[in-house]
């Protein structure tokens, strides 16, 4: 997509970043999406119908747990876990993928597509599509559809057709690639339902608005059980959808800090500088010839070289804090929650995890903080017991 980049919208910016630089044809498809998105979030009808499915199929609200043991153990801050790993298919991704479907339903579309790299996504996606009956096809590089068979299977048993894609490095950003293609060419008939809060505008914007119910909550509920606001909001960013949606509502409590947690194996905020790239403007780690570095993280959904465009202006203006923390020191956070909270956490979430760890202790016990615990880790145990063996 780096190659014929002709039109530079004006729209969808977060101070310098995000927009969209596309080319011509796919532009206008996205205009399309960005002015259903724009009159549908206003809709109070399609609002119910998304509140009804998060409470219905996805079970929402989900609780914000007082990690006793770990605060106990760190001896500051009191630690609170917001549970998206209790949702229905086991992460947070689940909240976007039902807002986009219905909106896409709404749109007249009769096929569903997407990309995936570790899989999370295309299954979340091939999930709705199944609820509501939409043929879907998910794109994924052939090097991960080797990595991740299982997940290739478990979309299969969802009723979706996988595409491993040969192209390039057959990795996360050739999908991409190959679901715009296919809506470039399909667009009449087709939806393509994005992941994170990445991509060309509308997709940030819309994905901050489907995940920000994780923080509408959190807010009532740490007020219920604090009587205040937290000291800071945790979030492990990938694309940067699970921390977007755990920090919204936060926003504008300049008394809250935000942190977010980036593997220090891909940290595109801490290390990146600003770039154009798959269609947008963000931070983002490049090599000497300009082009997206490949990253190497434990966790699959942190994997990627780029980041959204409202945390690079989170970043930039201040409001949000990035940090990073090692695979060593997630895979620690990893083992910890689970054996004194009895809480298997995602590779990911446990990047946040571990950062909360570290920074509760330094503040006083009357505190308390919030971590997105973004998933379960069922996904990864296999992985984790691999990486024990060899140590
Ligand atoms: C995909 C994924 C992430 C990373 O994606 P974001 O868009 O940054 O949230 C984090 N945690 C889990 C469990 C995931 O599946």
Redesign the pocket.
Known sequence: MSKSMSTEAVTGKFGEFGGSYVPEALQRVLTKIAEAFDHYRDDPEFNQEFRHYLKEYVGRDNPLTLARNLTEQMGGARIYLKR??LNHT????INNTIGQILLAKRMGAKRIIAETG?G??GVATATVAALFGLPCTIYMGKYDTERQALNVFRMELLGAKVVPVEKGQGRLKDAVDAALEDLVENHETTYYLL????GPHPYPTM?HYFQSVISEESKHQILEKEGRLPAAVI?????????IGAFAHYLDEPSVRLIGVEPAEAASIAEGVPAVIHGFKCYALMDEHNNPKPTFSI?A??D?PGV?PEHSYLKASGRGDYVTVTGKEALDAFLTLSKIEGIIP?L??AHAVAYAMKFARTLPKDESVIVNL???GDKDVKQVFDMLQKQ
């Open positions: 998206e790993d086991g992460a947070h991704k570790a999370q996504h992941g994170s809060a990445v994905v979030a492990c960013v990938g694309g940067g959808s699970n921390a966790a959904g942190l990627y959204g995602a990911e979430s973004s998933g379960r």
